[in-house]
């Protein structure tokens, strides 16, 4: 900390509530950390993943005695891995309400989401490779996942992973770890190694590629890509004949193996696709967002610009801890400005600006496609904080991420409106 503080003083502060020190030492969590709900577990994860790799780095240099970073290390290490087991089939649920078309929980999900409650490694593996559904696409991942099995079963002892954590177990009368004695960690720490680096394959490549191919956007014979392909070929659909039409239709069916009903089948998903359908000449509106919004959008736009040029005029400034928010990204008039903004904004448009946030942001399994949209959208809730929105609002304007999620989802009415409020360079 910079500021010097007497010890009356600091015993005072309140790390969870105020800043006192420079931006370095600021950690953003929660809901102010700048990652979604949906997304955070992973970061979670990459934060407990880091601490296995620190700790194991420090006892080996005998920077820590390993007696004592043993118990912080393997916590560390079946901690993550608990949470990505549970990552893993959150993302199946996902997708097997998609694929089924399940708007309600029904008792296979309902069983899915107990197991999800618990701490026991063992139980979720065992759900994880026994779900009933996906049995083709799984075989392969499963098979490849049994080379991990002996991984797994290195924590299967440690049922509610309290094991390393305390030195009593929960009827505060038997001892964890009686019947362990040695550990060796660099067999431990290599086995961990390799079965994240399958998990995290699992949950950034399977489950996405899951996720799009049942995301309704396929036919019996033609995946997404390929019908986005269709959609770039039926690019001059409107100016065609009648005896162009039914000619290029013939083309197009033989081009790409299918019949004339499955063309239609084809061509009615990308007449309702957000951004298949623009290829063809249509927009499908993702909500009903006004004129008015992007000329408030242009209004923040514009203070920023304001903001960072003021910025430039002291680029080395020394600058006191006490005045350290004057200089931030979000100073107090700007902040003020963007509060006011968002204050006459509805609840709609509030869950529009942060489900365009998100859309361009990296979920726990990959990227997203325009699709999520609309289920993104579902997710915010009504009753949100007007400081939590401006914060995602001046990073969706300054970073030009809106114009990106608009792009994405094939927004060309809201494209315009933008461009004619925001003038980007």
């Given at each position: 900390m910079d500021k010097k503080l007497t010890e009356?003083?600091?015993?005072?502060?309140?790390?969870?509530?105020?800043?006192?020190?420079?931006?370095?030492?600021?950690?953003?969590v929660g809901n102010n950390s700048g990652v979604s709900p949906n997304s955070r577990d992973c970061i979670i994860i990459d934060g407990y993943k880091a601490s296995v790799d620190n700790l194991y780095k420090n006892m080996v240099e005998k920077n820590i005695w390993i007696d004592i970073g043993v118990y912080p290390f393997i916590f560390d290490c079946r901690h993550s891995i608990e949470l990505s087991l549970k990552v893993i089939i959150k993302n199946l649920i996902i997708i097997y309400k998609r694929k089924h078309n399940i708007t309600t929980r029904n008792e296979y999900i309902c069983k899915l989401e107990k197991v999800c409650k618990q701490h026991d490694i063992n139980s979720l593996y065992n759900e994880l490779i026994n779900f009933n559904d996906f049995k083709n696409e799984l075989q392969d991942v499963f098979n490849q996942f049994s080379h991990f099995e002996d991984c797994i079963k290195d924590y299967c002892f440690d049922i509610d992973g309290d094991s390393f954590r305390y030195t009593y177990k929960r009827n505060l009368e038997n001892i964890n770890l009686s019947d362990v004695q040695i550990i060796d960690i660099g067999v431990l720490y290599w086995k961990?190694?390799?079965?994240?680096?399958?998990?995290?394959?699992?949950?950034?490549?399977?489950?996405r590629q899951l996720d799009i191919d049942y995301s309704k956007t396929f036919t019996q014979n033609l995946s997404r890509k390929k019908i986005e392909e269709l959609s770039l070929d039926l690019k001059d659909f409107n100016n065609w004949s009648k005896t162009e039409t039914i000619q290029n239709k013939k083309n197009l069916c033989l081009k790409y193996g299918i019949s004339s009903t499955e063309f239609d089948k084809a061509f009615k998903i990308i007449k309702s696709h957000y951004a298949f359908a623009v290829n063809i000449g249509l927009e499908n509106k993702f909500k009903n967002l006004t004129e008015d919004f992007f000329c408030k959008i242009g209004k923040i736009y514009d203070m920023f610009l304001k903001k960072e040029k003021a910025k430039l005029k002291n680029p080395n400034k020394f600058i006191d801890v006490t005045e350290i928010d004057k200089y931030s990204p979000l100073n107090k008039t700007y902040l003020d400005f963007c509060n006011k903004i968002t204050a006459t904004l509805t609840v709609d448009e509030k869950k529009i600006i942060l489900t365009f946030y998100e859309i361009t942001s990296h979920p726990i399994d990959g990227n997203y496609i325009c699709e999520d949209i609309d289920y993104i959208y579902t997710t915010w809730e009504d009753d949100l904080d007007n400081e939590y929105i401006s914060g995602k609002l001046d990073y969706l304007i300054s970073s030009k991420k809106i114009r990106e999620a608009l792009l994405m989802c094939g927004q060309i009415t809201y494209l315009k409106w933008l461009d004619k409020y925001v003038k980007y360079d």
């Amino acid at each position: 900390m910079d500021k010097k503080l007497t010890e009356d003083e600091l015993y005072k502060l309140n790390p969870f509530k105020e800043s006192y020190c420079d931006s370095n030492y600021r950690a953003c969590v929660g809901n102010n950390s700048g990652v979604s709900p949906n997304s955070r577990d992973c970061i979670i994860i990459d934060g407990y993943k880091a601490s296995v790799d620190n700790l194991y780095k420090n006892m080996v240099e005998k920077n820590i005695w390993i007696d004592i970073g043993v118990y912080p290390f393997i916590f560390d290490c079946r901690h993550s891995i608990e949470l990505s087991l549970k990552v893993i089939i959150k993302n199946l649920i996902i997708i097997y309400k998609r694929k089924h078309n399940i708007t309600t929980r029904n008792e296979y999900i309902c069983k899915l989401e107990k197991v999800c409650k618990q701490h026991d490694i063992n139980s979720l593996y065992n759900e994880l490779i026994n779900f009933n559904d996906f049995k083709n696409e799984l075989q392969d991942v499963f098979n490849q996942f049994s080379h991990f099995e002996d991984c797994i079963k290195d924590y299967c002892f440690d049922i509610d992973g309290d094991s390393f954590r305390y030195t009593y177990k929960r009827n505060l009368e038997n001892i964890n770890l009686s019947d362990v004695q040695i550990i060796d960690i660099g067999v431990l720490y290599w086995k961990y190694k390799n079965l994240m680096s399958f998990l995290d394959c699992m949950i950034n490549q399977f489950c996405r590629q899951l996720d799009i191919d049942y995301s309704k956007t396929f036919t019996q014979n033609l995946s997404r890509k390929k019908i986005e392909e269709l959609s770039l070929d039926l690019k001059d659909f409107n100016n065609w004949s009648k005896t162009e039409t039914i000619q290029n239709k013939k083309n197009l069916c033989l081009k790409y193996g299918i019949s004339s009903t499955e063309f239609d089948k084809a061509f009615k998903i990308i007449k309702s696709h957000y951004a298949f359908a623009v290829n063809i000449g249509l927009e499908n509106k993702f909500k009903n967002l006004t004129e008015d919004f992007f000329c408030k959008i242009g209004k923040i736009y514009d203070m920023f610009l304001k903001k960072e040029k003021a910025k430039l005029k002291n680029p080395n400034k020394f600058i006191d801890v006490t005045e350290i928010d004057k200089y931030s990204p979000l100073n107090k008039t700007y902040l003020d400005f963007c509060n006011k903004i968002t204050a006459t904004l509805t609840v709609d448009e509030k869950k529009i600006i942060l489900t365009f946030y998100e859309i361009t942001s990296h979920p726990i399994d990959g990227n997203y496609i325009c699709e999520d949209i609309d289920y993104i959208y579902t997710t915010w809730e009504d009753d949100l904080d007007n400081e939590y929105i401006s914060g995602k609002l001046d990073y969706l304007i300054s970073s030009k991420k809106i114009r990106e999620a608009l792009l994405m989802c094939g927004q060309i009415t809201y494209l315009k409106w933008l461009d004619k409020y925001v003038k980007y360079d």
